[in-house]
């Protein structure tokens, strides 16, 4: 349909009343869906005031600009007491249906989606062509170009249309080739491999996994692609480099795209001289220890930035929060040199006058104010508001930290804004697992980080299965009267009940620690205090639940000591977790015994978003003055945690009864490698290796038990999911060959 737009202003005015009249009414003709208050809000002319053509005409415009008109006229109508203003105007129809046509590859509700026209607006051009250029973007960022789109109208009763978009759908298309042409001194591969298209590489099924490609060209990596050429470049010391294109070519026939990049790459520049200007209150020793760049090395324009920034964050750690570094870049094109200097202009020194915090919803305001390492009126410290924000983040109460500051005028002060996005805190977790002794189980807990946003940790796990239950109830404070100082209380009931015995345990465990160095560091000790019951239920029982029969209480010290370097508490994929623990039992009660246990973890970025885990752990325990060490206390691998290719528990020295009853030493460690298979949806794999025993009496590290498999990690909105199945590489005594064990989690 062509919309034929018209400004007419109508009048039926004689000569002799030419003169201004007076407007003694205004009305609205021809309008069905617009009520007549809407449009008369666009009318700037009032009754009983003088006729002013002018005006009109403004109104006539105004009036269009509204957006639902096709066209708008005006006349005036004379009487004795003076004249009537009418306005008239034509609708523009409204959409009954949006229709698609000719679309075999996306559904129509996909396609609707992108679409700016909606049905029950008013029609209107602007909507239409943007939905054209929104459906070619859609069919585009799925790897499909050269899609035409049309579209037309059909008029139905009432002033409405159906929209009828007419698609011919392009292409599967994918990056056949990348041409880079002019490289003379950095290979082809290398340049390649800085950019985020590329070339189609890998069965399709596979190209999940980040070393292989779809071949899907994304338009808006176009530029970055080009930029990341260019910094290559600058990185090598061609600091005159030129890079230019991509030209891309699509083949109609086969889908086949096309990209040629030329590059100019210029002279290779050393860096001759690097100065500084301005450089109190740091020496010049203090800057070339910040500064990168070296005087006599290929000169590196990306570590040049890299160093402004450096610089500015050095200054801004003394105070100076709007340093400006001005770098003065003189090249000698004739020997290919280049002289540095660094111009600073540190401007005065500002202070923190206010500390805002906003967007907590849920979390006391102190529970995020104790993390942040500036007070007000604090000297300004650029390192120290981002550690700040990283400290607020890794509480793990926040799905989001945005520190910013804000000048005040006039002041060297500046007022410190923090905004939180709160997460959910609260996780329901659920495992399921089988062995022979315990047989079918379910592991479930509730936890919640941030008890009614102040920041206390609550936890109750339960572990059922046909014949044994345990339940456990846990609560930490992290921070006691606002420093870093953590309590927790601990309450527990275990019982379970066998064909030879029946074994019940109550008690109780306090804690306190003390966290040093950015709380890495924590140490601190607990004090726990159990009872433990076993009654024999076997007409001949064996020798070691003989010695366990009766009621022991078991009053404990143990001062343990903790480090964390880790990124992230959730998902670590760099850093180092240790701990050592050496408990004594004995204080009061009638078991005498010690246990010490030690486990380290290291994490470490490996390549192709690998990453590399390492985990080992050994326990001793040893009973005192003739006592033995209780079954409850002593050492059961296998497991997810464990001994991945084992049942839970089910790595333990045997009666003769072939009853499981736990070693006093113990040793595993595990290795294994988690690779990214969907990135974007926090979707990993592994591949393990585990290796471990538990000991009656001694170690015995010719008698270890080894395990291998593979697993998917999934960090999902609901919570972290868990797969693992590991095979069993020398099973024996009943054991299994495969072991399949399964966790999850639910965020609420």
Known sequence: MKTIVSFLFIFFLLLNFAYAQNIVEINVEGNVRIDKPTILSAVKEKTNTSLDIKAVNEDIKNIYNLGFFETVTAKVTNTSNGVILTFNVKEKPAIRFVKFKGNKMFKDEELYKVCKVKEYQILSKKNLQESISA?????ASKGIYLTNVSYKLEPVAGNR??????????????????????????????????MKNHEKYGPYI????????????????????????????????????????????????????????????????????????????????????????????????????????????????????????????TLDRQNHTVDVTFDINKGNKVYIHRIEITGNDKTWDNVIRREIRLNQGSLYSESKIQESREKIYNTDYFDNVKISTERIPGKDEVNMKVNVKEKMTGMLSLGVGYSSYYKVGVMGSITQRNLFGSGVYGKFYANLSANSHLFDISLVNPWVDNKPISVGLDLYNMEYYGWDYNQKTYGFKFTVAKRFYDDQLSVGASYSLSQNKIDITAGTPSYYLQQEAGTTTESTITPFIKWSSVNNTIFPTKGTIASSSLGFTGFGGNARYVKWDNTVEYFHPIFWGMIGHLKGSIGFAKGIGGKGVPLADRYFLGGIDSLRGFDYGTVSPTDQYGNYIGGTRDAYAQAETIFPLVEALKLYGDAFFDIGNSWLYSYDFGDLKKD?????????????????????????????????????????
């Open 161 to 194: 249309v159906d929209i009828v978009f007419d698609i011919r759908e392009g292409k599967k298309t994918f990056v056949h080739k990348i041409n880079i042409i002019g490289n003379k001194h950095i290979k082809t591969s290398e340049i390649l491999d800085v």
């Open 206 to 329: 596979l190209t999940f996994l980040p070393w292989f490609y779809t071949g899907k060209l994304n338009p808006q990596d176009l530029d970055s692609d080009i930029q990341a050429i260019r910094d290559l470049y600058l990185s090598k010391g061609y600091a005159d480099v030129k890079v230019n294109g991509p030209t891309v070519n699509i083949e109609p026939d086969t889908g086949y795209i096309d990209m040629d990049i030329s590059i100019d790459e210029g002279a290779q520049y050393t860096l001759k001289s690097l100065k500084y200007e301005h450089i109190e209150p740091y020496t010049l020793k203090d800057l070339e220890k910040i500064v990168k760049l070296k005087v006599g090395k290929t000169f590196n324009g990306v570590q040049l930035r890299k160093d402004i920034g450096d610089l500015t964050t050095a200054y801004a750690d003394k105070g100076y929060a709007f340093c400006d570094i001005n770098p003065i870049v």
């Open 708 to 748: 291998v498999g593979v697993g998917i990690k999934w960090i999902s909105p609901l919570g972290p999911i868990r797969v693992e199945v590991g095979k069993n590489l020398a099973p024996k005594n009943g054991e299994k060959s495969y072991v399949f064990q399964f966790s999850m989690g639910a965020l609420f």
């Open 135 to 139: 459906i070619v973007g859609f069919y």
